[in-house]
């Protein structure tokens, strides 16, 4: 078995960071443990409440039943008066109980929030989602940055609560905002990141009911399809005023003896029938939408929320001017479309629905309601989602600037291209663990190369600049104390597998990798680019020739990047080249037959290699 030392803090400095992680730690679990602390008080009160309330409903009922009895003998409308008084206190502790469970409800999950955070900052993102769906190999970078997946970038960050935030968050990890939308999108998680309490509450009121991928497809579905044609529509319209009336009629006119009770019968079959009708017209849409009508009281509430702050971001202030129709908000618009789908929803009651439905043809009105409001809101509901899906995303950034006090929002460069940070490291180890170093790429026609050791840090350098830079053009905080970088696309080459049922080996995999580089590079669009080993899969002196002269190709097309390598011959390259490649390394300390590793990015080239020692632990006789 193999042991090696880390060896990360061998100075006073490294003691102070250490101190320093500690104390910033300390004031964000204390905050976190006073909110989990005052929560739990409330919920005990309102648990408490809760079972008074529960005790007032069963006495006031049972009270109601034995003193009407009791006075019956006495008093009958002394009893009735009574009974009802009672009755009516019954139902006003049943509504009170009602509002009380709900506010226990949300109390709990805002409990269940700061529960969750507790253990993200102890490295345990298990409670939020890891975007796997998202997830794709083909993607410049997704699969080597860890974009999706367990522990990933988007698991670390994600805090929204429906499918269409989950997908714009992965829109912003998979695609670089233009330099506006980055400052645009700062502002507003600047002005969210201390708002804990208000990011919070939007975040249980999405957790009231998830909007689900198959959720949000119907809702989308439902509110872009097309209505019945006008014509149908108009004479199912006319037969559902006149049976009612027809048939009233027909009782009327029964109950004088004016006509037979029988023809009632033919009234009947008339109202079944076009009962029978409607239900074809009605039951599509209600299928459609019946599942989505907690997401949609969840939804309401969460645009309750956005309309009722006072923002001061441009970004955030007009997300809020999106949620504006007719001169009335957003969450009351969508307050007449639940009501319809409440009333819709009396078909899971059948002992009211069907006389209700066949007396007046209850859902043939609700339906025309509900068209109605399509027609009206159906494109503009697509874009409150949209909003909500933005502050959903920005809040989450928010949460993230919240969590790390000691991270920093980046300069946006105009030039191409500017790469500078100080004690940049990776977001996704923990901080106790994690050795940061500064970095300085500035100008086109760059080529960093990164020697060193095995396991001395080359690989995770190269992840840690591109998270940051893919942080960077989100608009979110980045894991250093200081950074410029230009807006690019990153495009890397580090995890490199090949595919048997495409029949597609390693080496060929690679090349396909690199010729898409190639053509981007070619394009001169503004790329940066991360690669790792490259042509690892040939023999030495091919990979050797083949990598130098990938170099040299880049470098005349003025490329910029940072290429990691065991292959020290590569870095002659920079004698050809002085002011076009810069030689860094990480390096290794050997004492006692065990290594060492501060994983410090340095200049120059690496002259400690560790292979030979690694292999003479294995057993391997050299």
Known sequence: MLVFFIHSHRNIAGLGNIFLFYLRAMNVQNFYAEKIAGLEEEIKILGQKKRRLGMGRLFSFVAAIVLFFVLLELNGTLALIVAILLLLVFIFITLKDIDNTRYLKFKQRLLNINEDEVRALQNDFSAFGDGSRFADD?????????????????????????????????????????????????????????????????????????????????IKSWSLSKEDSAVKKEVLSSLAIAFPIITLIIIILAYNHIISWQILWISLCAHLLLLWRIDKAVTPAYDYLSESIKSIDSFYESLKWITAEKFQSPYLRSLQQKCYQDNL??????????????????????????????????????????????????????????????????SSFANMAFNHPEWHFPQISDNHFVLSAKNLGHPLLPEEKRICNDVQLKGIGKIMLVTGSNMAGKSTFLRTTGVNMILAMAGSVVCASEMTVSPVKVISSMRIAD????????????????????????????????????????????????????????????????????????????????????????????????????????????????????????????
Request: glycine share 4%; hydrophobic share 40%.
């Open 138 to 218: 083909t993607h410049p970078y997704s699969n080597d940055l860890d974009i999706f997946g367990k522990h990933s970038l988007f698991q670390f960050i994600n805090r929204v609560t429906s499918f269409p935030s989950e997908a714009l968050l992965a829109e912003r990890l998979l695609h670089p905002s233009q330099k506006d939308k980055i400052w645009e999108m700062q502002g507003a998680v600047k002005e969210l990141t201390s708002q804990t309490d208000r990011r919070q509450e939007l975040q249980a009121e999405g957790l009231q009911s998830r909007m689900q991928e198959n959720t949000w497809l119907q």
């Open 329 to 394: 908000q957003a969450y009351q618009l969508l307050d007449a479309l639940k009501k319809v789908l409440h009333r819709l929803n009396l078909r899971l009651n059948p002992l009211v629905h069907f006389p209700l439905n066949l007396c007046i043809f209850w859902d043939w009105y609700q339906y025309q309601k509900l068209n109605d409001w399509r027609r009206k809101y159906g494109e503009s509901l697509m874009t409150w989602v949209n909003v909500y899906a933005e502050m959903e995303v920005a």
């Open 499 to 622: 595919n048997l049922e495409e029949n597609i080996s390693t080496f060929y995999a690679e090349l396909k990798k690199l010729e898409f580089i190639i053509q981007r590079v070619r394009a001169h669009e503004k790329v940066f680019l991360l690669l790792d080993e490259i042509l690892r899969g040939t023999n030495s002196q091919d990979r050797h020739a083949g990598a130098k002269a990938l170099i040299k190709q880049f470098l005349a097309e003025n490329a910029v990047g940072i290429l990691a390598t065991h292959d020290l011959a590569l870095t002659d390259t920079e004698k050809d080249y002085p002011d076009q490649v810069l030689n860094y390394h990480f390096d290794v300390e050997v004492q006692s037959e065990e290594l060492y590793f501060d994983y410090k990015l340095k200049p120059g080239i690496c002259t400690s290699m560790n292979a030979s020692l690694l292999m003479r632990k294995i057993g391997i006789r050299l």
